[in-house]
């Protein structure tokens, strides 16, 4: 009996843990150039990865993005971590988003979604809000908001990653 009850102990724990995993919803954005990428694809890389929802009307998202780019090429070299920027703006302000970030020289991935579904389908209210992938895809951190310093906070979840 008590054989039994372990094993339904460990069988419950172990979906438990399963069930935690979290990963990205199946929806479609635009990329810069137009074409359509499924956001599951962004957590198949096997690199670490940063999910950033902006607006080029959010001045907290621009300070966000402004700040990481202090650290991301030093990011990407100590810990193979790629930054996805999905603006939410709609078709009218989209136009803004190339120049925005040509001017703020970003350079990171920018996706668009323009009609809100991945922003919905993955629960995010409002911007900024930041998603971090580990290796394998899994949601591992999540973070609404911008103060400074919550880069610093980011890169020590990204630390906590490396293999």
């Known amino acids: ?11 419950f724990v172990a ?46 998202c621009k300070k966000e993005l402004d700040a990481i780019k202090d650290y991301y090429e030093d990011w990407q070299k100590d810990y193979d971590v790629v930054l996805v920027a999905v603006s939410v703006d709609d078709a009218r302000t989209a136009a803004k988003i190339p120049a925005m970030v ?3 020289g970003w350079e990171y991935r920018v996706l668009i979604d323009s009609n809100k579904e991945f922003q919905q ?3 995010v209210a409002s911007v900024p809000y930041t ?11 999540e973070h609404t908001g911008y103060a400074p310093g919550d880069e610093l906070e980011l890169e020590e979840k990204i630390k906590s990653l490396k293999k």
Do not use: R, Y
């Not at 009996?1 to 069988?11: G, I, S």
């Not at 990963?23 to 990428?37: H, I, R, Y």
């Open 15 to 60: 979906l438990g843990a399963f069930a935690q995993n979290k990963t990205l919803p199946s929806v479609n954005v635009k990329t810069l150039e137009g074409q359509t990428l499924n956001v599951q694809e962004l957590g198949k890389s096997g690199k670490i990865t940063i999910i950033s929802f902006w607006a080029t009307w959010c001045s907290p």
């Open 131 to 141: 998603i971090l992938l580990d290796q394998s895809g899994n949601i591992v951190f």
């Open 1 to 11: 009996m008590k054989k039994t009850l372990l094993a339904l102990v460990v069988c």
């Open 121 to 123: 389908a993955a629960n």
């Open 102 to 104: 040509e001017e703020k």
